[in-house]
């Protein structure tokens, strides 16, 4: 495809913070669920231009090329791109770090060479959002939201709940540098190894969602 007229494009991405699964037991027939929430002081922005071959610079450089490469490819686009990740979301700390760099590199991509590319579709070609909605949501919506968890459908979790967040109210984020959170195979490894989850612990989890969480926000 020809490069568009623009000479670059910069997309913004909030973190997130997942407040957890709401259904680990699944015998309903959908499994997962989760509570989640943008965050507007902590966000990933890149800036994509043309170029000859896919480089990524700034922090986690490497992570957005590969996601650059994968996302042109998925598209049949033979031309490179230059992404520039001029803020970074802290990786592995809980804040979807890896879903928001995943989405703000394709949307940039896609809008550079002018072409028709969804976030949910961007989250399934490079292997974004399988277990959980919420960064696939809040990065269309913002706010809060609650998914519905993996059905049997092989497509990220359907948002079943939006709702604005009262700008007054604020979370205090405390980070530990020294620690990394799971992720990669020892995650898959560490959902694979789950307990059996209770309908009664399951059923508590959803009582508290839609009769406390969602009733205190909308009031």
């Not at 407040?19 to 027939?29: A, I, P, R, V, Y």
């Not at 002018?114 to 909605?133: C, F, K, M, Q, T």
């Not at 694979?192 to 508590?204: N, T, V, W």
Request: aromatic share 6%; proline share 6%; with cysteine.
């Amino acid at each position: 495809m020809p490069p568009s007229p623009q000479p670059s494009v910069t997309v913004r991405a909030p973190a997130r913070l997942h407040m957890g699964f709401l259904d680990l037991n699944g015998s309903l027939g959908r499994r997962f669920g989760s509570l989640g929430l943008a965050l507007e002081g902590v966000a990933v922005q890149v800036r994509a231009r043309h170029a000859a071959r896919v480089e990524a610079l700034g922090p986690q450089a490497a992570r957005a090329a590969d996601y650059g490469r994968r996302a042109l490819a998925a598209l049949g686009i033979a031309g490179g791109a230059l992404i520039e990740v001029e803020q970074a979301i802290p990786d592995h700390a809980g804040l979807g770090s890896g879903t928001q760099l995943a989405l703000a590199v394709g949307t940039a991509l896609a809008h550079l060479y002018e072409v028709d590319w969804s976030p949910v579709d961007i989250a399934r070609s490079l292997g974004r959002g399988g277990r959980s909605g919420i960064g696939l949501g809040l990065f269309d919506r913002g706010g809060f939201l609650v998914d519905g968890g993996r059905g049997g459908v092989d497509a990220p979790p359907t948002v079943i709940a939006h709702m604005d967040f009262p700008a007054a109210w604020r979370f205090l984020l405390v980070f530990d540098r020294a620690f990394k959170g799971l992720h990669g195979e020892a995650e898959k490894a560490a959902f694979a190894a789950l307990p059996r989850f209770s309908e009664a612990s399951a059923g508590q989890l959803c009582r508290l969602a839609l009769m406390g969480a969602l009733p205190a926000l909308a009031e």
